[in-house]
């Protein structure tokens, strides 16, 4: 018996980054993993990594921002491993501009892919997630859902949406059998920081580095896993004190 014996987690933007270090994370506890993501050869890569390794993992193309993609990654995830028990929704993307620069089809993409894509995942997943009576739904919202941030609005304004509608979510199936938590991370080295200047990044963060993919990867782990059984609408920061 492991940690994740049992658990089927679909994980979002999981061929990059923090998703495929929880993908791995969970894959090693024992959990059943599906990768959903839009780079497929990179999410096939994860999955060879993790099946490789002894894991148990299934790769679905899943463009986050399309309700057919949602309901089809699900029905795939129950075809394949029987159910599902954890969503971890991390796809997002980012914007730098400027309010006053900021086209707004580049605003409408931000928010589909940031913000909608928590309300279709949640709201797809939801049927499954009731029927394993220990459903978990980790939300990767960001720092910048706390405070304002430096980044463009569009990305502040879909990371707060989805630390209020995880705790709305919650609220509503607070006894329906699944939970619903958010993780905030600060600066993590993925490629998502693209050509920011990585100096100011460290510069401003308090502990003076910026973090690992695991480091939040062993939050979203925790948030999945049963020892956070009495957790639900919480919110966990992971920034090396951003936001302290
Ligand atoms: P990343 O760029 O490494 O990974 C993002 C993944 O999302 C990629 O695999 C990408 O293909 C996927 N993706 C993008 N659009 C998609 C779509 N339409 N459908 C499905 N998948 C899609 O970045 P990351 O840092 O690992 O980001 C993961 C999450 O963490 C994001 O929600 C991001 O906003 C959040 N976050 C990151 C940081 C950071 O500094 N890295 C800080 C706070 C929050």
Redesign the pocket.
Known sequence: MTRFTGKTALV??????????AARQLAEGGANVVI????DA??ADVVKEITDAGGKAHYVH?????ED?WNKAVAETVKTFGGLTTLV??????DTLPIEETPLASWDKVI???QT?AFLGMKAASAELQKSGNGSVVN?????GIVGGLGGPS?AAA?GAVRILTKNTALGWAKKGIRANSV??????????GDTDRQY?IDTTPMGR??E?EE?ANVIAFLASDESSFMTGSEIVVDGGYTA
Not at 36 to 39: A, E, F, L, S
Not at 89 to 94: F, L, P, T, V
Not at 140 to 144: A, D, L, P
Request: charged fraction near 10%; glycine fraction near 18%; aromatic fraction near 6%.
């Open positions: 979002t933007g999981g061929a990059s980054g923090i998703g495929k270090a959903g993501d839009i780079q990179a999410g899943l463009d986050v921002t399309s993609d929704n991390n796809a997002g993307i980012g589909a892919v940031t894509s990767i919202s960001s720092m910048y990305y990371k905030h991370p600060g600066y993590i080295n993925t490629p998502i920081l990044l910026l973090g993919p939040v």
